[in-house]
């Protein structure tokens, strides 16, 4: 047997772990803020909700899911990404009927069998959010400010770019696809296979193609935000007119089509130049249709997702000195009595809230406070025969070398003392 991965999955190991705690205690932080709640989900959906919900002729649904036949025969999907699951769980749970808006957050691993890269994963780690109730443009503003709140605390915002962009409605998206299918029908023969098959289908999905030769015909078709009707365009400027009041920086892209059909209106990415062409760190917009669809009542909404492997990345080259492991005290003992002290003593240290470990078996001094010194701890204590004999503690300040005893009955007390004062 190969002991192995999966190809394009990994492992976030104990070293990296601090990073990451970083990364997501800071979206949380300002999740809560802005009155947003976890929601923790299922990892398999049945495929119909996302095939439903993203679009079967997107690339995700036509290529990229796990899916497979559960042992009754129904067809299930680890899901590729949160947005449908989200919505799913809307309606099933009432949360409509509970409140006429909704603030839903969620991490967690993501699916898609897409070809491994730097930055892109088949098994990869989102934070996102979704905001379901209202339509009105402030509801899209606050989203995209808070996204942008939280690159701001994770301190990488120098590397990104905010781009935003309205893709229409129901009234205007329509006229438009007709627009396309003018613009390509004359190209067809230049258009890849599958864009040939899309004129017919899903035009709107030849202008994400990444074939080369589609890519170039598509730069010169008609752009949605030309064709927006008085509503959208209305809803798009007020967008606007509020992120600038909220003083985040943005950069109109009507290049924006986005992977998945179920957008309506304002869409965004927040991109970097710093990791190829997985370029896109963050993502989201507006679904006015997605939970209708599904079947629950007309719920227009907003939300976003971010990619952790790529927001780590970028947080990598911002603090490349990364995030130690904190630990306050190091126990080291010599002898029988000594190691059943130092046992209760971390138990109590660890009662009083202080971070510590110890040595577990009989090694010899030398060694214990090589790991001490590994370890990162900030005060080392030592216990032999001899500080057994006379209730003591020898404590060594790991940052001056100096060494002294215990003075106290209760040594855990005076330790947590001494940590307070450092
Ligand atoms: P998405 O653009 O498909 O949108 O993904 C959002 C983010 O997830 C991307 O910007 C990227 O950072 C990350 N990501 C996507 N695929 C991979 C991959 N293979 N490896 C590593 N990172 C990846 C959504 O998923 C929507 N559900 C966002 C949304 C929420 N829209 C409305 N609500």
């Known amino acids: 047997m190969e002991t192995r991965s999966i190809r394009g999955f990994h492992d976030v190991l104990p070293e990296d772990a601090k990073r990451w705690h970083r990364v997501e205690e800071t979206a949380k932080a300002v999740f809560e803020l802005h009155g947003f709640s976890e929601l923790r989900m299922p990892v398999l959906e049945f495929t119909e909700?996302?095939?439903?919900?993203?679009?079967?002729t997107t690339d995700i649904v036509e290529k990229e899911m796990y899916t497979f036949a559960d042992r009754d025969g129904s067809s299930l999907t680890l899901r590729p990404e949160g947005t449908a699951g989200v919505a799913r769980s809307y309606i099933e749970n009432s949360?409509?009927?509970?409140?006429?808006?909704?603030?839903?957050?969620?991490?967690?691993?993501m699916f898609r069998h897409e070809r491994p890269q730097k930055g892109r994963y088949r098994g990869f780690y989102q934070i996102g959010a979704e905001l379901l109730g209202p339509e009105e443009p402030a509801s899209d503003a606050e989203l995209i400010s808070m996204v942008w709140n939280i690159l701001e605390g994770t301190g990488i915002t120098k590397y990104l770019t905010l781009e935003i962009s309205s893709l229409g409605d129901?009234?205007?998206?329509?006229?438009?696809?007709?627009?396309?299918?003018?613009?390509?029908a004359p190209e067809r023969?230049?258009?890849?296979?599958?864009?040939?098959?899309?004129?017919?289908?899903?035009p709107l999905r030849i202008l994400d193609c990444k074939v080369k030769g589609c890519s170039e015909i598509a730069s010169r078709a008609p752009r949605m935000i030309d064709s927006l009707c008085a509503d959208c365009a209305s809803h798009f400027a007020e967008v606007r007119e509020a992120l600038d009041s909220a003083g985040v920086p943005y950069v109109v892209n009507p290049g924006i089509v986005r992977g998945l059909d179920y957008y309506t209106r304002t869409v965004f990415e927040i991109t970097t130049g710093e990791l190829g062409s997985q370029n896109a760190v963050a993502a989201g917009g507006r679904y006015d249709g997605l939970v209708e669809e599904l079947g629950g009542p007309r719920t227009p909404?907003?939300?976003f997702a971010?990619?952790?492997?790529?927001l780590i990345l970028l947080h990598q080259a911002a603090f490349p000195e990364g995030f130690g492991r904190e630990i306050s005290v190091f126990i080291a003992h010599m002898g029988e009595e000594a190691r059943k002290r130092a046992f209760r003593l971390a138990s109590e240290l660890r009662g009083l809230g202080i971070s510590t470990e110890m040595e577990y078996g009989g090694k010899s001094l030398k060694s214990?406070?090589?790991?001490?010194?590994?370890?990162?701890?900030?005060?080392?204590?030592?216990?032999?025969?001899?500080?057994?004999?006379?209730?003591?503690?020898?404590?060594?300040?790991?940052?001056?070398?100096?060494?002294?005893?215990?003075?106290?009955?209760?040594?855990?007390?005076?330790?947590?003392?001494?940590?307070g004062g450092k």
Do not use: H
């Open 306 to 310: 971010m990619g952790m492997e790529r």
């Open 95 to 109: 949360m409509w009927a509970k409140s006429p808006v909704t603030k839903i957050y969620y991490t967690g691993m």
């Open 189 to 202: 023969e230049r258009l890849c296979e599958d864009c040939q098959r899309r004129l017919e289908t899903n």
């Open 49 to 56: 909700i996302f095939a439903r919900s993203l679009g079967t």
């Open 368 to 419: 214990q406070l090589k790991r001490a010194d590994k370890s990162g701890a900030r005060l080392t204590l030592i216990i032999g025969e001899d500080e057994i004999r006379r209730g003591v503690v020898k404590v060594r300040d790991m940052d001056t070398g100096k060494e002294d005893e215990t003075t106290e009955i209760n040594p855990g007390l005076e330790i947590a003392g001494r940590l």
């Open 301 to 303: 909404a907003v939300g």
């Open 170 to 184: 129901g009234i205007c998206r329509p006229q438009y696809k007709e627009k396309l299918v003018a613009f390509f």
